[in-house]
């Protein structure tokens, strides 16, 4: 009798290869569909951020009832950044017109900067401002608050109908998976992903908190105009990482170059700056990161030039939660579990380390109700 044929072993080297091609059509795929992706990125965003501060309500506020957390949430999150974004508004008018009145002083400064350099006859600011086209930078700014404008929206649309749709993801997952090991797996998988995003929004946040107001305490004591402007500008670029910090510590100092006569306010806010940013960006963060992330130092860098470059600010923004949101996906394959074991800090991508001890713990789910939903999920688990 002919024996059977020995099964074909799939090659590893195959599988890899193909991984890289899904990786790179991937990308080719978001670069291209960035307008419709970006604004439904940064809803789910502002959805994990929401829901994290829903539960830490239901958490601190005991008398609260759980199903007025979620609200309660989502109105003083719109109302905070509504906020923010209402002060730098009104600020911005009087900050512009002050760089009017230093016109003067910078070109001072910029004949200075050409001496230095060897260049004859500098140009002032306003030969600067002459220089360029009016009309294609008035059209570009015009198109970007166009596209601002729409963008939000769509957030904002996005934002509501998952909110919205919250209720029904219990029976999504029972539909999607009958089997109970299955759903199991999805559903830690998925808490990975939302610990991971409401890790970073923490360590970020306390970090920015604390950049921010100890730029604020330099920036008053040597009298830089618009000091809490500057200290809410920086807390913001926190979220943006490395360029963040290097706006952080850079702008103020140049702008004390034109607010003040001579260099010693400037150099003396810049050592100040560069000292903060240098004990929290290697000291503080690095402990608070190394507790709450498992990535790797070096892809934080290169996923913020990957995002960058695919959704722009949005990208830059959202950088690190699309990588450890990557990651724990990835992790899920065997074909793909080398991807997350490069982009992991510790070479175990599966691992989403403990949170810090002033981290609040999560609030447990309540009770099932007595719909169909429940039902259902009883009827699956009996036959699991």
């Known amino acids: 009798m002919p024996t059977a044929p020995a099964p074909i072993r799939e090659s590893a080297i195959a599988r890899n290869a193909l991984v890289v091609l899904a990786v790179l059509a991937s990308g080719a795929t978001l670069y291209w569909l960035a307008p419709i992706l ?15 501060f829903a539960r830490v309500l239901n958490q601190r506020l005991t008398a609260l009832p759980k199903r007025a957390a979620l609200p309660l949430a989502l109105v003083l999150s719109i109302l905070l950044f509504g906020g923010t974004a209402f ?49 294609t930078y008035l ?50 998988t998925f808490l990975r992903i939302r610990d991971g995003v409401e890790r970073y929004l923490f360590v970020q946040t306390i970090t920015g908190l604390m ?14 105009h618009d000091s809490l402007l500057w200290a809410l500008l920086i807390f913001l670029a926190v979220y943006i990482p490395v360029a963040g910090g290097v ?12 607010q003040f006569d001579g260099y010693a306010r400037a150099v003396v806010l810049l050592a100040a700056l560069q000292a903060i940013g240098v004990i929290i960006g290697n000291v503080v963060y690095p402990r608070m990161q190394g507790r709450s992330l498992n990535i790797d130092p070096v892809v934080v860098l290169v996923s913020l030039a990957f995002w960058s470059a695919i959704w722009g600010v949005t990208g830059a923004f959202l950088s690190t939660p699309l990588t450890v949101m990557a990651m724990v996906i990835l992790a899920q394959f065997d074909g793909s579990r080398w991807i997350a074991v490069i982009l992991s800090a510790n070479g175990d991508p599966q691992q989403l380390k403990n949170k810090m001890p002033n981290e609040p713990p999560d609030v447990a789910d309540p009770p099932p109700s007595k719909g169909p939903a429940s ?6 688990a009996k036959s699991a």
């Not at 940064?42 to 994290?52: H, S, Y």
């Not at 200075?112 to 009016?134: C, F, Q, R, S, Y």
């Not at 729409?150 to 993801?169: E, K, P, Q």
């Not at 039902?375 to 699956?380: E, N, P, T, Y």
Request: aromatic content about 8%; overall charge positive; hydrophobic content about 60%.
């Open 247 to 258: 706006f952080a510590g850079c702008a103020p100092p140049l702008f004390a170059l034109v």
């Open 375 to 380: 039902s259902a999920r009883r009827a699956v």
């Open 139 to 188: 059209g570009l700014a015009a198109r970007a608050v166009q596209d601002f404008a729409s963008t939000s929206l769509f957030v904002l649309v996005y934002l509501g109908l998952i909110l919205a749709s919250r209720s029904g993801w219990d029976r999504k997952a029972i539909g999607l998976f009958h089997n109970r090991e299955e759903r199991q797996d999805a559903v830690v």
């Open 87 to 135: 002060f730098v508004a009104i600020n911005a008018t009087s900050f512009v017109s002050q760089l009017l009145n230093y016109a003067p002083k910078l070109d001072a400064i910029i004949a200075h900067i050409a001496v230095m350099a060897g260049v004859k006859n500098p140009p002032t600011a306003l030969d600067l401002i002459k220089g360029l086209d009016p009309t």
């Open 38 to 52: 970006t604004p439904l990125a940064l809803a789910l965003f502002l959805a994990v951020m929401v829901d994290g």
């Open 211 to 224: 950049v921010a107001g100890l730029s604020w305490a330099a920036m008053a004591a040597v009298g830089l």
